[in-house]
């Protein structure tokens, strides 16, 4: 099987990491790929917007299998890019066409989609540019706190939680007429306020069965207490004490299964990976976003939970047949904390020389926003750095690792949140009693 891997951040060099154990992958190319990858396969310097570029690759290398790994090209329609290159008839693609890629592409298409489907999410109303006066209207109508999101795609920055009406009133100008996100906060949801704890559940389908991937808790903000501005992710814990079987069986039934009916019958071949980005309200399970591939940092904990050959079912998915294959999990708890740059997520600066890393050897850590400079260093080159994940049978000695394991690499500005998995050391602790 030859593949080509298309990203260049922790979720791909994790995806990379798994591919290349895989006695089904014969060659694994990264377009444009990063610092780690470069180990794990051939990384290719190609944009990921140059779809011309890429599918030149595919020709080139033969490939067999393409695995996208972020967003933004399957938003653009990458898949129906390929699709219409009579070419590339035998190509398998893992990720959905354009249609189904909506679901993260547009806040205002994902709420109307659950509310076409019954799929349980907070109220909400749609508003545009030229509608600001009417959406401060809405938010005089509803209590706070005044959730607000950018219909389409921030880089995991576009949500705003608001306490009062005068700060939600400010940033909904900076959205709507102050152009904050771009094209993406042309339009505002503005959202009721779902008071619960998140989660990130995870699905591999063929558009008709699905396998159930780990579950996460991300941790977003910046500062430590979940403080501070969005971030693309902090860290991240697997799995989620507080899913019980019991809260698991809800989210299945009313919201995986749902989702992926309701794909199909509106007509939308949807073969790829799903988050649901939940909220657990009293032990209700509320969709707070979809997302059409999988998370960053949630791949870097949920990946290495995944026992045995992940490639078998990739293929099939992207076939369109799942079939009966198993999808198998490790028992033991991971935990991921990123290393970002000093400013992130505001300005920062790249290029800082990364030292440290051959110095670790009870986590695995993986390259996010890495390159090489001329001398062949690794140098940071974006605001998430690195990823660093411990295994263990306890959140407590995964949290001990993970932290001794930090204190082993260093580079100007680094930054990381020191309290990943601290909330949860109850839940655990209670489990464990159980």
């Known amino acids: 099987m030859r593949i080509l891997l298309l990203g260049s951040g922790g979720r791909e060099h994790a995806l990379a990491w798994k591919i290349a154990q ?3 992958t014969d060659m694994l190319l990264i377009a444009p790929g990063n610092g780690g990858t470069r180990h794990l396969g051939t990384n290719l310097d190609i944009s990921l917007q140059d779809f011309r ?52 592409g547009s806040k205002d298409f994902a709420k109307a989609f659950m509310q076409r489907h019954g799929i349980p999410t907070a109220t ?13 209207g809405y938010l005089e109508t509803i209590p706070p706190p005044y959730v607000l999101k950018a219909d389409g795609l921030a880089a995991g920055k576009g949500v705003i939680i608001c306490n009062d009406l005068g700060t939600a009133r400010e940033n909904l100008y900076d959205m709507l007429i102050g152009g904050r996100f771009g094209a993406a906060g042309k339009k505002v949801v503005i959202e009721a306020f779902l008071d619960g704890i998140e989660l990130s559940v995870f699905v591999l389908t063929d558009g ?17 207490g979940d403080t501070g501005p969005n971030t693309g992710g902090m860290g991240t814990v697997s799995p989620v004490p507080f899913a019980s079987t019991a809260f698991m069986d809800k989210v299945e039934k009313r919201i ?15 073969r790829g990976f799903i988050f649901f980005g939940l909220m657990n309200v009293k032990g209700e399970p509320f ?4 997302n059409v591939r999988l998370g960053d940092p949630e791949a870097e904990s949920i990946l290495p939970r995944i026992s045995g050959d992940l490639v078998p079912l990739m293929v099939a998915a992207a076939a369109g047949d799942l079939g009966a294959l198993p999808l198998d999990t490790d028992d033991r708890t991971a935990v991921t904390v990123m290393l970002v740059s000093g400013g992130y997520p505001g300005p920062y600066t790249s290029g800082k020389i990364i030292s440290g890393l051959e110095d670790v050897s009870g986590s695995l850590i993986f390259h996010a926003g890495t390159g090489m400079d001329k001398d062949g260093q690794v140098v940071s080159q974006g605001g998430r750095v690195l990823a660093v994940t411990s295994l263990g049978n ?40 159980s």
């Not at 299998?65 to 129906?80: F, Y």
């Not at 008709?208 to 430590?224: M, N, Q, T, V, W």
């Not at 204190?407 to 602790?429: H, T």
């Open 208 to 224: 008709h069965s699905y396998r159930l991937l780990p579950a996460a808790k991300d941790y977003k903000r910046i500062g430590e």
């Open 124 to 136: 909400y109303r749609r508003f545009a540019s030229d509608e600001f006066n009417a959406a401060v």
């Open 53 to 104: 570029a890429i599918t030149e690759a595919v020709l080139e290398y033969s490939i067999d299998l393409v695995i996208v790994g972020p967003e933004q090209p399957l938003v653009d329609g990458i898949k129906d890019h390929f699709a219409a290159d009579n070419r590339l008839g035998s190509l398998l693609v893992l990720g959905p066409d354009k249609a189904g890629a909506a679901l993260e």
């Open 22 to 24: 895989s006695p089904l």
């Open 394 to 433: 306890t959140l407590s000695d995964c949290m001990q690792q993970v932290y001794h394991d930090i204190l082993q690499v260093s580079f100007e500005g680094m930054g990381y949140r020191k309290d990943i998995g601290q909330d949860l050391l109850p839940y655990f602790g209670a489990m464990n009693q």
């Open 287 to 290: 969709v707070i976003e979809y």
């Open 256 to 270: 995986i299964q749902p989702t992926i009916e309701g794909l199909r019958d509106e007509g939308i071949d949807y």
